[in-house]
């Protein structure tokens, strides 16, 4: 891989300001449409860049072909189920701390992949890494002013929500052998087949009358927060690598946060501070764990 530019952390930076973009637009969007439809339309907007970049790269999409099974499996567990339970979760929590429970993200990862992956053994530096992050966490749930008895429950819907993205990772590596963006495509399709049926019985999306702001955002949260963003990610990927593209993660929290505070004028109390510096503190020493274990292997 090259060394990274000016124009690669640029990318970077944009790519994690869009995907943090998204949990206030969420938030924006469930004043108009239910959780079901959000993740409904985002699915269906977002498979179209996929699609388009697929027939310009001349990428066979295989929605339907003999590996559908993982198709439907990575895209019921990456998709769906996380893209509902955070709609349903920002209905009643700021949008900067859901920002803040989906960046456990890597550090679950970690300890998942050490039972699943036997390339990804824990260690020292990877225990410590993991036991900082969810200590903040545990202390983020501890600000009674944000997290109380009225919405703890949809806090830990996005707590959750967050394992399906650590799931459906694993899930993919079963066919890691096809092109990231086939992959992607094909289980945003599966996603938005298995949603179509669901929210059309259960929330009649036809009924509503969302606001332009509504609309704006739930738009802006297919096409740019999903499909864009996972084009961008292909780009940083082939440009710089695995490693590179994966210092998103710092940036993705700290992004929530200010967006949630510049277009919601949310809340930041000095629970919320220090929590996020030590979920980023957190993924600092995973990564770093992981970079060492790479030059290794590299060497």
């Known amino acids: 891989m090259k060394q990274p530019n000016l124009i690669d952390y640029s990318l970077l930076v944009f790519l994690s300001i869009i995907w943090a973009s998204a949990f206030f637009n969420i938030k924006i969007a469930t004043d108009s449409f239910g959780p079901i439809t959000i993740a409904f339309i985002r699915v269906l907007l977002g498979s179209i ?17 003999k590996d559908w099974p993982w198709f439907v ?3 019921f567990v990456n998709m769906v189920f996380p893209f509902f339970l955070i709609a349903y979760g920002v209905k009643e929590v700021q949008s900067n701390l859901a920002a803040i429970l989906m960046s456990t993200s890597p550090l679950t990862s970690t300890l998942l992949a050490h039972f699943f992956i036997k390339e990804e053994k824990i260690n020292i530096l990877k225990i410590v890494g993991i036991l900082i992050g969810f200590a903040g966490i545990v202390f983020l749930f501890s600000d009674n002013f944000l997290i109380n008895e009225n919405n703890i429950f949809s806090a830990l819907c996005i707590l959750i929500g967050s394992l399906g993205y650590v799931v459906g990772g694993i899930l993919t590596l079963k066919i890691s052998h096809k092109k990231n963006e086939n992959v992607t495509a094909s289980i945003l399709i599966w996603a938005t087949i298995i949603l179509l049926p669901i929210c059309f019985y259960f929330e009649k999306p036809w009924n509503y009358d969302p606001s332009l702001t509504s609309l704006v955002s739930i738009t802006y949260l297919g096409i740019i927060a999903t499909g864009l963003a996972w084009v961008l990610r292909f780009k940083v990927l082939k440009d710089n690598g695995l490693i590179f593209q994966s210092q998103v993660a710092y940036l993705i929290p700290i992004f929530g946060v200010m967006l949630g505070y510049i277009f919601l004028k949310e809340i930041i109390t000095i629970k919320v501070l220090i929590a996020l510096l030590a979920i980023v503190i957190g993924i600092y020493f995973v990564k770093k764990s992981t970079y060492s274990n790479s030059k290794k292997v590299l060497n």
């Open 49 to 65: 860049p996929l699609i388009i970049l697929c027939f310009y790269k001349k990428i066979k999409i295989e929605v339907f072909s």
């Open 73 to 75: 499996s990575i895209g």
